[in-house]
């Protein structure tokens, strides 16, 4: 599936370590031609190439929600699950803003709402 093919390779620092991960176990680290910092800039490069990228399916469902052109494929190994932290301060030095958008957050994540179904 990936034979010939040129990746992108997203940074780590953001907390989804699962896509590099999978990179390094399926030796496809030699096929990488581009390294970015943030997820953001992935959807323009991969329409303005050939380049190929490995996602959070959340995270690519998003793109291709925002970028017609782009397509999801499958895995051909079974993928694992990336957890996602969330870190704020220390409870007593939040606003009301903050401490609010925090619980509206978790309550998310709580409920699976940060997923569609």
């Known amino acids: 599936m990936f034979a010939g093919r040129r990746f992108v390779r ?3 620092r953001g907390g989804h370590v699962y ?3 999978a ?3 399926q030796v496809l680290m030699p096929q990488v031609t581009l390294t970015v910092e943030e997820y953001a800039t992935v959807p323009a ?3 303005a190439t050939d380049l190929v990228v490995l996602l959070p399916r959340h ?3 998003v793109f291709c929600g925002w970028f017609p052109g782009l397509r999801i494929a499958e895995l051909p190994w079974p993928a694992r699950s990336t957890p996602v932290a969330l870190y704020t ?3 007593g030095s939040l606003s009301p803003a903050q401490r609010w958008f925090r619980a509206v ?3 998310a994540v709580v409920a699976g709402e ?3 179904s």
């Open 105 to 107: 957050v978790l309550d």
């Open 114 to 116: 940060y997923r569609e």
């Open 19 to 21: 896509p590099l991960q």
């Open 10 to 12: 997203v940074s780590a």
């Open 23 to 25: 990179m390094i176990e």
């Open 59 to 61: 995270v690519a469902e």
């Open 45 to 47: 490069v991969l329409e």
């Open 89 to 91: 301060r220390l409870e």
